[in-house]
């Protein structure tokens, strides 16, 4: 059973940029397409990125300017960065891996890591 | 965007009844892309249905999923104590506001 876990700094000033790795044990990386998901008591769930192994992305629309996804396939890991926080961007970020055949869904996920941005 | 719109927000019943879930889409969406996921308090959400009605991997045959175009149905039937979640439904690349199955 494929394992994921996030890891980054839990809190961040505002302007600052977040940075978030997501390593997967029990598994291969690739072949697969791996997923960024937030949620906040605000916004609920909320869809960030994607990125498929070989390092093609996809970015929300309303986030684009500010998020970047990183594969490494050799450690099996991806990673997420958003610029410019604000207290907006305060939530739970959720690693997850999306479906091999419904791509859309997101079939296995991490436990979570709350970042807060606070001054 | 395509908004998802669930309802009721909370659903109120005793284990061993049957549990009605709906996600009301803005705009047609393919049945190939809708999916539910429940979630349990300090848990990530957990992938029960894919394709509008395929189970995930380990999902017991009480929950069901159907639908098309733009209304679609989560079915719980014959609720255990362990169903008692928030669910919420998806589609590329959003999710609905979730819908609380509490104990009556």
């Known amino acids: 059973q494929v394992q994921l876990q996030e890891s980054g700094p839990g809190l961040l000033k505002p302007s600052e940029t977040l940075s978030l790795t997501c390593t997967v044990s029990g598994g291969s990386i690739s072949g697969y397409y791996w997923g960024w998901i937030r949620q906040s008591p605000g916004k609920g769930l909320e869809w960030i990125a994607y990125?498929?192994?070989?390092?093609?992305?996809n970015y929300n629309p309303s986030l684009r300017s500010r998020v970047t996804m990183s594969v490494d396939t050799s450690n099996n890991q991806f990673s997420l960065k958003l610029t410019s926080v604000t207290a907006a961007d305060t939530a739970m970020y959720y690693c997850a891996r999306h479906h091999m055949v419904a791509t859309v869904a997101f079939d296995n996920w991490g436990q979570g890591t709350l970042v807060t941005v606070s001054s | 965007e395509i908004v998802l719109t669930q309802s009721p927000g909370t659903l109120s019943l005793s284990p061993g009844e049957r549990a009605t879930l709906s996600c009301r889409a803005s705009?047609?969406?393919?049945?190939?892309?809708l999916a539910w996921y429940q979630q349990k308090p300090g848990q990530a959400p957990r992938l029960l249905i894919y394709?509008?009605?395929s189970r995930a991997t380990g999902i017991p045959d009480r929950f069901s999923g159907s639908g098309s175009g733009t209304d679609f149905t989560l079915t719980i039937n014959r609720l255990e104590p362990e169903d008692f979640a928030v669910y919420y439904c998806?589609?590329?690349?959003?999710f609905g506001q979730g819908t609380k199955v509490e104990i009556k």
């Open positions: 705009q047609s969406v393919t049945s190939t892309y």
């Open positions: 990125i498929y192994y070989t390092g093609s992305t």
């Open positions: 394709g509008t009605s």
């Open positions: 998806q589609q590329p690349w959003t």
